[in-house]
């Protein structure tokens, strides 16, 4: 079993099972949550601590890396059935809804998918959003990660195009589809949340947004015109999508509704740089490269940080 010629940097992880015990006939495609390099991506997922890994990952600028090998197991969607099955690939995106790739991602994306469906006999890539599909390839051979545990990914931007993603790689693979793939949402479309509270004292909003976090929700807060903080889930084009995820949240306990009022960008909840600089020194950032992005994705600057560390070391 061979692994991609688009491959430009290998750091195999140790986070795997080898070999895997299904053939091929699978692809599911996550999203990092951050404009992450391959040698930051490999980084991570190098550490056994993580307890993840990907098949491959594709960087901001577009290069690929590889991981886990394809004959081995992935330790990426919280299912060992799926991981089993399928190739898994990482790629890197914004930090905010909706989480979208640039273009160098979703060409290379396309390539990748391209590759490893010619070299493992998929003749058809297949994308219907059904996930009592599971396993059944020969009607959907597209799984997403949310499906198998309580998370956004692959965010809502790769969510909401992977029946582009399989019209393009099926018109590279010469497979003719019997209609037009669906229309990719501009832009400016409506956008559709589920908000869990909206608060006129900062302090109450950011106790909600822990609390939602808590429960294993990606969340964020945004200030209306009104200087009303509300903590918001998603950002859905598909407003089905949105009421799905409001069923979700009121399953955990969190009343809820759905609208398409969002306001500013995400307001960041922030620790000050001497709280950071004292957990950076308990080991609960990490250390070297995983330490930076760990704190750049959570809102921090990291050279800031690091100087209070340094300083409180003496």
């Known amino acids: 079993m061979s692994n991609s010629s688009l491959v430009t940097y290998t750091k195999l992880s140790p986070n795997k099972n080898s070999p ?95 590759d490893i469906c010619k070299r493992n006999g998929i003749t058809e890539l297949k994308w219907v959003d059904d996930h009592s599909l599971i396993g059944q390839v020969d009607k959907q051979n597209m799984t997403v990660h949310r499906w198998f545990s309580n998370t956004a990914c692959p965010g809502e931007y790769i969510f909401e195009n992977l029946g582009r993603i399989a019209y393009d790689v099926n018109a590279k693979l010469n497979y003719v589809p019997p209609v037009e793939p669906p229309v990719v949402p501009p832009v400016e479309e409506v956008l559709y949340r589920v908000q869990v509270g909206a608060f006129s004292v900062k302090e109450n909003a950011e106790a909600m947004l822990a609390k939602v976090k808590s429960a294993g929700f990606d969340t964020y807060m945004v200030k209306n015109a009104d200087g009303y903080y509300k903590i918001q889930v998603g950002a859905y084009s598909v407003k089905a999508n949105a009421e799905a995820m409001s069923e979700r949240l009121r399953a955990a306990g969190f009343a809820n509704f759905v609208t398409n009022k969002g306001g500013t960008a995400p307001i960041p909840v922030l620790k000050t740089i001497d709280e950071i600089a004292h957990e950076v020194l308990k080991n609960m950032w990490g250390n070297g490269l995983d330490r930076q992005l760990r704190l750049t994705k959570a809102g921090y600057n990291y050279t800031s940080v690091q100087t209070r560390v340094n300083e409180l070391l003496g």
């Open 20 to 114: 895997r015990n299904h053939k091929i006939d699978t692809i599911t495609i996550h999203h990092v949550v951050g404009q992450a390099s391959v040698e930051t991506i490999g980084d991570i997922m190098e550490n056994p601590a993580r307890e993840m890994s990907s098949n491959y990952g594709i960087g901001a600028d577009g290069r690929v890396g590889l991981y886990v090998d394809e004959s081995d197991r992935s330790w990426c969607s919280s299912s060992d059935m799926n991981d089993n099955r399928a190739i898994t690939i990482e790629c890197a995106d914004d930090n905010v809804p909706p989480f979208a790739i640039n273009d160098a991602v979703y060409a290379t994306l396309i390539e990748l998918c391209t």
